[in-house]
T-cell receptor
Framework: TQLLEQSPQFLSIQEGENLTVYCNSSSVFSSLQWYRQEPGEGPVLLVTVVTGGEVKKLKRLTFQFGDARKDSSLHITAAQPGDTGLYLCAGARGAGSYQLTFGKGTKLSVIP | EAQVTQNPRYLITVTGKKLTVTCSQNMNHEYMSWYRQDPGLGLRQIYYSMNVEVTDKGDVPEGYKVSRKEKRNFPLILESPSPNQTSLYFC?????????????FGPGTRLLVL
């Protein structure tokens, strides 16, 4: 079974601080996705990265896929209370993304 | 509105009483999937379906059944629920099972088996 390790598991920071969440594996993934999940709701896709070394930006969020396609990071600049939630990374196994392996998630709390 | 719906949203049942959780999508998606989410274990795939009448096991299929008779519906069946199936269940769909495709998740069904 291909595993995705996310760190940290919990993160509590003050509004305005920067943070980075990591997603690591010993296996190669064809693509990697980041989701955000709020309490009582299903995960919502933030971004998909497919090329080793790829960097994508979504407003204050920066996503990076490792050169070897085994790891990824999510960096949030100047965190806001609205960023609070559970962040999940998910790796696609094989050429199709129909089978996703999810990390256990990073629970982020941004304190006003 | 494009969406994935699940019913019921909350369910309390007893061991051994068969139940079905329905999932429906209105986006004409080919691919549908069921996940369960447990504290400390994250999201794990139960079953998935590539298209009508095509289903396959995910990582944790034991104790579950699915069917895909219509493109829009993908019910999850627990023939004889047990307490270890107490969990939060999510249905998801995507246009097709292809590289980097976006999965849309339903709102979740919280199941308690006594």
């Amino acid at each position: 079974t291909q595993l995705l390790e996310q760190s940290p598991q919990f993160l509590s920071i003050q509004e305005g601080e920067n943070l980075t969440v990591y997603c690591n594996s010993s296996s190669v993934f064809s693509s990697l996705q980041w989701y955000r999940q709020e309490p009582g709701e299903g995960p919502v896709l933030l971004v998909t990265v497919v090329t080793g070394g790829e960097v994508k930006k979504l407003k204050r969020l920066t996503f990076q896929f490792g050169d070897a396609r085994k790891d990824s990071s999510l960096h949030i600049t100047a965190a806001q209370p609205g960023d609070t939630g559970l962040y999940l990374c998910a790796g696609a196994r094989g050429a199709g993304s129909y089978q996703l392996t999810f990390g256990k998630g990073t629970k982020l709390s941004v304190i006003p | 509105e494009a969406q994935v719906t699940q019913n019921p949203r909350y369910l309390i049942t007893v061991t051994g009483k068969k139940l079905t959780v329905t999932c429906s999508q209105n986006m004409n998606h080919e691919y549908m999937s069921w996940y369960r989410q447990d504290p400390g274990l994250g999201l794990r795939q139960i079953y998935y379906s590539m298209n009508v009448e095509v289903t396959d096991k995910g990582d944790v299929p034991e104790g579950y059944k699915v069917s895909r008779k219509e493109k829009r519906n993908f019910p999850l069946i627990l023939e004889s629920p047990s307490p270890n199936q107490t969990s939060l269940y999510f249905c998801a769909s995507s246009f097709r099972a292809s590289f980097g495709e976006t999965q849309y998740f339903g709102p979740g069904t919280r199941l308690l088996v006594l």
